[in-house]
């Protein structure tokens, strides 16, 4: 699933998850066992009508192995057995796979549908990695709204995301100064700053490789963490230049710990992730 509209749910959990979530969003319970086929078959078909209802409803899943108190508790009889709460309550039930269909109609009984925003179908085409279409988008919402910066620092992302690393630091370059404090545009433009390491370094997909074959190759775990902070993840990179001040720290003449400072300093003493990382480098150094 793209985005969390799916929770696990316990014994211990389940009067906060499911009781209390239900009064203001219905919760669709799902009890499974992973040796049970009709489950598996069903499974998959909550989640992907959660996903499409996009949070006007929960999706509880139980492990009936597991939470045999509360599958006696609930008066499950045969899995699977998925059970509808609002307010509170339960309001409707059904068991074994239905077709999908049936199972909508269930649903459109109890809950509103609300039509995410365009912005909001950006990012989530964005989590599902369709870049061109959620670029698209972005772009008619720019046109649209001139003034809506958010949009074009989520299009600078998106741009950033699909490897148009140019075009996203032009539209950031654009901005006004105000926008460019923003964490995404400080991010991204930290990237632009690391490109040059880049020149005759091993691609990301190398480095990657090489990771999995030898979690301790240094230079591979380096240039990995470079490429993350030119795509914008900078706490992943943050991360693999911890590890190697951790247990490497002489690599490259200490390159990990004076990338770690490059990387705090352009990101700013006011970032979140700068004032994390500082902290986690100063208690390494510290052992």
Known sequence: MSIAHSIQVSSETFETEVLKKSLETPVLVDFYADWCGPCKSLGPILERLADEYAGAFILAKVDSDAEQ???EGMGVRSLPTVVLFKDGQPADHFMGALPEGEIRAILDKY???VEPSPLERAAELVELGQYEDAIA???LITADDP???DAYLDLAQALLRSGDSAGAEAIVERLP???KMDSRAKSILAGKAFQDLL???PDRVTCESRLRSNDADSEARYFFAVHLMVSDDVETAIEHLLTIVQTDRQYNEDAARLTLIQIFDRLGSGDS??????KLLAAILMV
Do not use: I, K, M, S
């Open 199 to 201: 020149n005759g370094a």
């Open 137 to 139: 988008l972005y772009q």
């Open 111 to 113: 809950v509103e549908r």
């Open 69 to 71: 108190t509360l599958v």
């Open 147 to 149: 003034e809506n910066y």
């Open 177 to 179: 100064d105000a926008q």
């Open 273 to 278: 992730r700068a004032r994390a990382g500082r």
